[in-house]
């Protein structure tokens, strides 16, 4: 009898002992590891992506599912996937981390993709666009878009404007080969006839060459894809002096933001981009997004698609952290939870689609136009709930 | 026949003044390691700091975009002196090697400043009114900035003629080059001149930067982006060679843009495969001495 | 040919000659290797980045070796590292994946394909060997651009993976093989590199560095023997490419870039151009200075960078190797 009352006094004294290490250990911590570029060739866009970082944290806060988020940020510095695999090892390895994030370029991810693999790590992928990446991990989610979603929509526009002469103009690195692929394939199958491309190398420095080209061919459309920043301005001015811009539909992707603009004349006024996202959509997140944004950063920043890609890639990954409350973390579950999910992003609604990890989303397509006086991105068409498309050969 | 008229005067109007730009920038290097034997990797830095005071300063001052230009030229070629006082004429007694990782060094440290200054991206930069727009030559719109360009560099060009083959500056200096000890021996104090034609090397890149914003865009990594395709110039036209640093500028920008007219593809290749082929043939530089 | 009086137009910084190594060899060199090992063990969780450190040394080593004995400057030396990298990536896709072997037949590639190329451009020196160099690794960085389907392009060579050293070292995250099998690689090239140096064969190089015309009219075959000298420092970079692919089971066009070509140009000289172990101090100070600095700020890595090189070009004459001679020969003479 006496045993039993010791026995069962010392359970209960073990519990009450333990309760507070229980309660404490709900608030344990969870590492997050961010793989960005603070500097380097891409320091612009990385600055996007920490600020959508920074505003979903100010709109969310850092603690969820019983659990302190606390985030290590790390710098590529370049492209350089060497780096890149040996960040994500640190990061996993040594920092702890349990959920990645971040992810520009593709070769980011696909160097890392390995160690991913190896130490079982979910992974969000913030705006890295290849088609062919989300097989190299079956840990990866994308939160920014296949490129080919783009590519497929500017076609399909291009298309649904009547044109059918296309001229497509890339920058010869993969991202650029894809959307050619993606572009050629629906603007085909769509009756469409692509009467040249081009690739235009990275280091290009005068693009009138290219646009001297171009504005020999009888077309009807360019579609382009060159990287944001000095390729994007050089090209687009030399277009004009061209008068290609002014003669054909010329559509391409992310070279021109409304935080960009300011780098641009007027004669970018009628460039046409298809992307996922588009400072002047009106819904309540995306107000509440720029809000904050100006609100932290100064009335001068404008919300791009990287940041709110950052932004949406912060969600999922808070799913992840959400599914995993009062349990100690589990890679699986976690990154189950960010699959069949819909967010609603300021881009409108995103789905990751269960089967494929790709995300389904409306691609908008933006004009510039000046507005009161300003250049502007306005949304002149939408294409709704688009899948990543699946090339046929 | 016809379908190769309207693209050969293309070629023409763009690669020439494509040349120019290089031309306008590279001077002041070709000057530099001819005269002081120096090789100064961050070169370009004059170049974009003129290019960045230029498009910055209408703003902060309120001028118009000339008197802003003048005034950014004029500000770098005080950092020249000074910078050349304080740094560069150090480099002078080193080997090649130190002065590379010296220059390096310098440009480094040049970019992260500007990095710290200005941010990251590219920098915006509009030409007044009276530059945009296009002009007909020989049959072909023709950007009038181009025009311009090209102007400015006739404009340098003539200026670079009458200095140093019209005046005693000149002849004084070409004395310099061609024979220091007998230039010491004469008593001439050969350090002020090495001085002063840094001094024009660095305004030059300068008015180069500015001039050239509309074909190299102006952002920090500027001088280690371009880096490659001065060093081109000034290693096919020998040393201290002037006239051939025209030739070669000229051709360079006449093969970049003729290569990526026609084979796009291979645009990155054709500069470089040339660069080749000249340093193999003429290890000397493209022309001899001065003409 | 170089103009008679002058080393492919590069004057030596400061004495430090093959006598020097005898001196070097006693106990400060072997201080070197000591802490490299004591690494592996103070820092356990830095393995894998002292790896990628060992690796980018013995690819300085090998362009040292070319700049310093052989008066060779090249702004193009990554051209051999990056196609050592690619060779030792494809063989590990093609199935061959014993990796030291696969070591070996990437040096063999590089150093055959050197062979030709020295032959063509070592006619060269000073400025125009320079630009031929950087030129040439410009186009073969954009022929691997273009060439995706063997080189992956900019997304790069992924799948690799390799079989165990010598069937019982397994690769692991944590970086353990990785830094042994580096650094054993890397003091077998030095030992050969040190006898090499001090062999007649590399006293006749230092002969062709300070003065090739009397050389060649000494009867040395010079442009022989540079090519060979080249060539045995092509294969060292390829050695290097290989084990940097090996470590990280990865190939990336920026194995070839300039970038990478002048990072190790500045390791060198940093480290001190006309020493051996000038790559071995120059390298690791490089790349840990760059590391710490990027951890604490990444903004600021550049600015500290840029200062290091223009303090040690200034104060440093010789580089580090240089300067801690000097200090060594000064203890000496007291």
Known sequence: MKRQLLKTLLATATIAALAPIAALAQQETIRIGIVNHDTGPFATPGREIRTGIEIFRELNGDTVGGRKVEIIFRDMGGPNPATARRLVEELVVRDKVSILGGFYLTSDASAASAVINQTNTPTVLFVAASPTLLTQSQLFVRAGQNIGQSAVAAAQFALKSGKRKAYVAVSDYAPGHDVQKFFRSAFEAGGGKIVDELRAPLNTVDYAPIAERIKNADIDVLDVFVPPGAAAVSFSKALAAQGVMKQNLVIGMGEAEDADLNLFDDSIIGFHQALYYAESLDNPENKAFTAALKKKYGNDRSPTFAAVSAYDGMALIYKMIESQRGKPFDAKTAHQAALGVTIRSPRGALTIDAATREPVQDIHIRRIDKVSGKLRNTVVDTFKAVKAPVLAN | ?291 | MAAAGSAHGLEVGTEMELNKHNFWRSRVGLLWWLMALACYFIFPDYRGFGASVLVMTLFALSFGLALGFAGIISLGHAMYFGIGAYVAGRLALAGWQEPISGVLISGLVTGVLAIGIGFVILRLSGLPLLMVTMALSVIVFEAANKATSITGGDDGLTGVSFKPVLGIFNWSLDGNVQFLYSLTWLAVVFLFARRLVSSPYGLSMVGIRENPLRMSLLGAPVLRRLVVMYALCASFAGIAGALLTQNTAFVGLQVLSLETSVDVLVMVVLGGAFSLYGALLGAPVYLIVKYVTQQWNPFYWMLVIGVLLMGVTFFLKGGIAGFLSRIFQNRRTE
């Open chain 2, 1 to 291: 026949m016809d379908q190769l008229t309207p693209a050969v005067t293309f070629i023409l109007l763009y690669g020439v003044s494509f040349g120019i730009v290089l031309f306008v920038i590279s001077i002041g290097l070709v000057l530099t390691l001819g005269l002081m034997r120096i090789v100064n990797l961050a070169h370009g830095v004059f170049a974009v700091l003129g290019g960045y005071l230029a498009f910055k300063l209408p703003a902060l001052l309120d001028i118009g975009f000339l008197a802003a230009a003048v005034t950014a030229v004029l500000l770098v070629l005080l950092i020249g002196v000074v910078l050349e006082r304080v740094f560069f004429r150090w480099l002078f007694g080193m080997s090649e090697l130190e002065q590379v990782l010296a220059t390096i060094g310098f440009c480094f440290a040049f970019i992260a400043l500007l990095t710290f200054a200005f941010g990251p991206n590219v920098l915006a930069t509009k030409y007044p009114e009276w530059l945009s727009g296009n002009v007909s030559v020989l049959g072909r719109p023709f950007p009038v900035y181009r025009v311009f360009v090209m102007v400015a560099g006739l404009v340098i060009l003539l200026g670079l003629w009458l200095l140093f083959d019209h005046t005693s500056f000149g002849a004084t200096l070409r004395a310099c080059v061609d024979n220091q000890s007998m230039a010491k021996a004469s008593g001439i104090n050969v350090n002020w001149y090495f001085s002063v034609a840094f001094a024009i090397g660095a305004s030059l890149a300068a008015i180069g930067g500015i001039v050239g914003a509309g074909m190299l865009p102006l952002e920090p990594l500027y001088p280690f982006k371009h880096l490659p395709l001065f060093l081109t110039i000034v290693a096919l036209s020998g040393f201290g060679n002037i006239k051939a640093s025209l030739v070669v500028s000229l051709v360079v920008g006449l093969v970049d843009t003729a290569g990526r007219y026609f084979v796009p593809e291979l645009g990155a290749f054709t500069v470089f495969t040339l660069l080749v082929i000249l340093v193999l043939w003429r290890p000397q530089g493209l022309l001899m001495g001065w003409k």
